[in-house]
DNA sequence: GTGAAAGCGCTAACAT
DNA sequence: ATGTTAGCGCTTTCAC
């Protein structure tokens, strides 16, 4: 026999060989059978099965990805911001990631800068990530990044820079939910809504401005100069001081839940009555703001659905890379009515025309 | 020269080896470059930086982790719920990693039982994390489960079933919060304060109920009987109408801020004033719940200190595992005074004797 | 300061 | 149904 040279540490916990041996197989059924292939034993499986837990033996992940060239993970670019719309997102999307077998990386990217999501994608890239998902891109000076792996795209489509083995985008309806919001408020009989917008480099933005520029059109309504703010209560807040002064508004909807109830306080604060005087609707669907006063009418973004789906599309596409991808379900759009939207004031002698 | 066979998918990405060639070198120097090692020629360190960069290198992480052992990554296990706690946590730990340069691996357990802990840390190891952080265990029933590599726990200590290589513990001052939250109504000349707790299971949850029985206890004041919600304003909700009807109470701290904001909206709807008749206090501090009326008085989790801080600790211990840790520093504790606190409605005859 | 050789623990391909 | 052999791409050891 000969002699074994010692290594200075020979990492005492147990390998696929020591299974093997105590298990009487080949290193390869050990290997079949935490693979879950076919073609073993029922016998050499259970005693493969007792040989590990009788070790606790577990198994390498660095040392499969490196020979099998997968490592059955999947990479996300989370914006690093701890809003209830981005958070539950990230929590559907583990979930998501978690029953399809794979295991997430995250890399955040504090204001999703695009060179930001640039690096972050190169380090999930070397981390290996079988796919990647960006879940909330910024819309201006793309940065061009190729990647090799399959990529998904929640709420927006992925900049023309963008170039990876396979490009999937699955929404999450926002100007379907922005256009339902804007015209909750038509309907209830308002001459035209204002918008309270999010950053303007966020997809996110866009597309709720867009929306509801759409629903304004569709009903010949005035579209009012938009209202900025950055997702923030004290942003919408801010935005709201602004508006109280203006006797004209009588419905505004804000691109994020926070920023309707910054609004709703300042307008308060001014004198202003929400609902009686003027309404808003707010987007996200956070349940606490049921308990806020008034209830706080919003539009509910199918995260839930759009990480199921999302991530069933790109495990596909990881997994069978040939084959045609199977359809995207619509995400449900969902307008929650709660009380800070009423009819407008009546006008002071009872007109309806337009006072253009 | 020995025919070289072709392997079926000879993966077209540049190697480590690649790079060595273009830049004229040998393997093992493209590595120190690579690892920032020492005893390299500024010639050569340039050199095969712009081959790297020339053939568009990535460094393969599962290779390097099969060759050294080591992954330079950190798994945390957290709860699965979006909570704006939890969320806030996860993301400061992210950006703690980030700066350790260090990559993240999540796993959330959805409810955070107790064996879902023990899968978690397995399935964390498995990936070969080189150090573990657990962000709000549960109090009961641990699993027993040993591991080889630094563990850090936030918010509480580790069971003691539970055996780590090293095990870290950083708080963030719920004690001493609930403590600070029950001391300030109790400054405002309320009799007893009334505690919502949240689920029994959570060591937050305990470690809050604590804190809120100390205080009471250094003021001699009773101690009313628990109230349970599970963190959402729905169950705060549901405690504020079972304690609406009940005229002596007259202020309340709440385990979190959702389900303050349900309590304080039951409470006002059964007719009761926010803070003239009870005070509430929530827990957490998410600045959202400043612009609610009323705005919300509540106690500010340090998260971001405890993030900085036990990863700091964590990696320590990864880098230097035989040295002494440096002493933690002592998480703030901060409490936000705003609207929904006051003194407590005078007595009918003005006594200020314990009713008991 | 640099390089050659020998693995890390697993799966792939091809036996049998 | 199972075993054998040859790497995956990197870092390690140790020689130069």
Redesign the interface.
């Known amino acids: 026999m000969a002699p074994e040279v010692e290594r200075v540490a020979p ?1 005492t ?1 147990p390998r696929s060989a020591d299974v093997a041996r105590v298990a009487g197989v080949s290193r390869k059924t050990v290997s079949r059978v935490l693979n879950g292939e076919p073609y073993v034993s029922d016998e050499a499986r259970r005693r493969v099965l007792a040989a590990a837990e009788e070790l606790g033996y ?6 499969r ?2 020979a099998s ?1 997968r ?1 059955r ?1 999947i990479g996300v670019v989370a914006l ?3 809003g ?1 719309g981005t ?2 997102l ?2 559907r999307i ?2 998501a990631v ?1 029953d399809a077998g794979y ?6 990217t ?1 204001d999703g800068a695009p060179e930001d999501i640039a690096g972050a994608v ?2 999930l ?4 990530v079988d796919g990647v998902v960006v879940s909330e891109p910024i819309v201006k000076g793309d940065v061009p990044l190729r990647l ?1 792996v399959p990529a998904l795209f929640i709420g927006a489509p992925p900049a023309p820079s963008f170039t990876a083995n396979r490009t999937l985008t699955v929404g999450v309806a926002a100007h379907e939910l922005a256009r339902a919001a804007t015209e909750h408020l038509l309907d209830l009989g308002h001459q035209t809504v204002h918008h309270l917008a999010g950053p303007r480099q966020w997809y996110a933005t866009k597309d709720r401005i867009e929306g509801w520029q759409a629903a304004l059109a569709a009903r010949g309504a005035h579209e009012p100069p938009l209202l900025n703010g950055d997702w ?3 942003s ?2 801010a935005a709201g001081r602004a508006l109280a002064s203006d006797g004209s508004v009588t419905a505004v909807f804000a691109a994020g839940d ?1 920023m309707a ?2 609004l ?2 300042a307008l ?1 604060e001014a004198g202003r009555r929400v609902p009686e005087d003027i309404s808003v609707v707010g987007f996200d669907g956070n ?2 703001f ?4 008034p209830p706080l009418t919003t539009v509910r973004q199918p995260f839930e659905a759009a990480a199921r789906e999302g991530i069933r599309l790109l495990v596909h596409a990881i997994e069978k890379p040939g084959a045609e991808l199977p359809p995207a379900d619509e995400p449900p759009v969902e307008l929650v009515v709660r009380g800070s939207t009423a009819p407008p004031p009546s006008r002071p002698g009872g007109s309806v025309l337009r006072t253009t």
């Open positions: 990492s916990a577990r198994l390498n992940h660095a040392a990805a490196l060239g490592t993970s690093g911001t701890a209830y958070a539950s990230l929590v583990e979930h978690r295991t997430l990386r995250v890399v955040n504090p190169a380090s890239l070397e981390q290996g090799d923030s209560a004290a919408g807040y926070e109830i910054g709703i306080h308060r349940p606490v049921a308990y806020v006063s």
